[in-house]
């Protein structure tokens, strides 16, 4: 954030009066700032600590009465995936157009532990996943989730309301996100504090602001979000820190079941704010309870219902569908056993031997039914030149008995699908809420999305002969969800 001032602590031992050139800086700099801004009618763009605290501050006139959410995607894929859901629903209760994020890189942004009640702050996990969309923007990388995740049935169905953050932020901050790509220098450092302040103001660094911004500072370890549930609103939930726990860590912690409607909603202070904005949705069962989002049906809101219905299960857009199927029945050929074995990554490196038990004991009951060779699938992080040693590397040579195929970044069809996804410009189509000028391309030079990733949970969704897949791995998660709901979409 502080480069300049880094840069001259940096070269400190050089400088007899280091102390002086940044007090002088600091001083000619504040005032030149209030000019710049005062100057831009279209700025809501705040500088000063002092602007910040101002209760006459608003926002830009064009956000004034819309209402927007957003909130903090991080770690894989698949937990960003579920959080896009809990984004969807919540976003549906409070009648806010949601904010769509782009693709974070795998665990880019972490979040810690809910259970150890070791989590990074809201604030600070918002302006991580700010710092690196900028970064994707930069690298011409940005692929928003739902260029991967095909929202076409939400969109249609009227149920939500969606923006795409590019657009959001050049409207919201009255910026030209183009800027973030312009080779002219002298553009570039105004530009960067613009864009360094509608950082701060998104992620609430400075706290909620009357009408403009509400921060939410709920986490997992003092908040658990529920809808229209039987429990009474602000009720302890019935997962709570440990006296050891608190006592090693001197835990202040307490966990409330809060109701996200009577909270956040009509009434409450955050249903001013332009814009609501949370930090992590993550959450997951524990203990008998939900770390954080504990939103299930409910017979009393029938829009929330179809909602609910809808997200169960979103497909990946037509381009990877087509793809991962057409591998499926021209290349694998049916029918076939997928297995997807977490290999490499944090708490999976230690349960190598658990992971092929279960391939294991699958392929030698598949063995007695016959027939042979045996078709089989494998998407795994170990990469293929590390399989020798292992027991892919047994299943490959016994060629007799199994017949193996895998997919690689490089592939023709995974190149192909990456192109098509760009080609389709599927975040273009994400209902303009508001007239103005966006779509637009930001920073138009793009690398080639990853979606290796993507074809392979395709493929691994029509395996005919069943699926083993990694315990505790939100990929095999989602797996399963497709072939529960989706897999009839297979057949053809
Ligand atoms: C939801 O928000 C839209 C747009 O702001 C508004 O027109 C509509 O009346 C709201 N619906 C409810 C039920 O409040
Ligand atoms: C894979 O193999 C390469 C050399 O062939 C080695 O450097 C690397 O450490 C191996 N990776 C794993 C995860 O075993």
């Given at each position: 954030m502080s480069t300049p001032t880094k840069m001259l602590l940096k070269r400190k031992p050089q400088?007899?009066?280091?102390l002086i050139p940044l007090s002088i800086i600091f001083i000619l700099a504040l005032p030149l700032c209030f000019y710049y801004y005062s100057l831009?009618?279209?700025?809501l763009i705040p500088v000063s600590p002092k602007t910040y605290d101002s209760q006459s501050h608003q926002c830009n006139n064009q956000a004034l009465g819309k209402k927007f959410l957003w909130y903090a995607p991080h770690s894989g894929f698949s937990n960003q995936l579920s959080e896009f859901k809990k984004a969807i629903l919540i976003a549906g209760i409070l009648n806010r157009t949601l904010i769509v994020p782009p693709i974070l890189?795998?665990?880019?942004i972490v979040l810690g532990s809910c259970p150890k009640f070791r989590v990074v702050d809201p604030k600070d996990i918002r302006l991580s996943v700010w710092d690196h969309a900028i970064e994707l923007i930069q690298g011409g990388r940005y692929i928003s989730i739902a260029e991967i995740i095909d929202i076409s049935s939400l969109v249609s169905s009227s149920l939500i309301r969606l923006i795409d953050l590019r657009d959001f932020v050049s409207i919201w901050c009255g910026i030209n996100l183009n800027m973030v790509c312009s080779h002219n220098s002298k553009l570039q450092s105004s530009f960067s504090s613009s864009l360094k302040q509608c950082g701060s103001l998104l992620a609430g660094l400075h706290g909620s602001l009357n009408k403009c911004v509400y921060a939410v500072d709920e986490d997992c370890r003092t908040t658990v979000w529920t809808y229209q549930s039987s429990d009474e609103d602000m009720m302890l939930d019935s997962f709570q820190p440990d006296e050891q726990l608190k006592k090693k860590k001197k835990l202040l912690y307490v966990r409330r079941r809060k109701d996200v409607h009577k909270n956040?909603?009509?009434?409450?202070?955050?249903?001013?704010?332009?814009l609501l904005a949370f930090g992590s949705l993550f959450t997951a069962p524990y203990k008998g309870s939900q770390l954080y989002v504990d939103i299930r049906e409910s017979s009393r809101d029938q829009k929330f219902q179809s909602l609910m219905k809808k997200i169960k299960f979103l497909p990946f857009i037509p381009e990877i569908m087509s793809l991962g199927k057409k591998f499926v029945h021209e290349t694998i050929k049916d029918p076939f056993l997928c297995a997807q074995l977490r290999l490499l990554d944090g708490q999976f490196k230690n349960h190598h031997k658990a992971t092929f038990q279960g391939l294991k004991q699958k392929l030698e009951s598949l063995r007695q039914e016959g027939p042979l060779p045996i078709n089989i699938f494998i998407m795994t992080d170990l990469s293929r030149d590390n399989w020798t040693e292992t027991y892919l590397g047994d299943l490959v040579r016994d060629s007799v008995h199994y017949k193996v195929s895998f997919l690689r970044e490089d592939d023709e069809l995974v190149i192909k699908a990456a192109k098509s996804l760009m080609a389709a410009g599927?975040?273009?189509?994400?209902?303009?809420?508001?007239?103005?000028?966006?779509g637009k391309m930001y920073c138009s030079t793009r690398r080639l999305p990853e979606v290796l990733l993507f074809i392979e949970q395709v493929v691994c969704s029509c395996a005919s002969l069943g699926f083993v897949g990694t315990a505790g791995s939100t990929i095999a998660e989602n797996i399963e969800l497709m072939r529960k709901y989706g897999s009839s979409s297979c057949l053809g």
């Open positions: 400088h007899r009066f280091p831009r009618p279209d700025s890189d795998h665990h880019a956040l909603g009509p009434g409450s202070e955050a249903d001013s704010a332009s599927y975040w273009q189509k994400l209902v303009p809420n508001l007239k103005n000028n966006v």
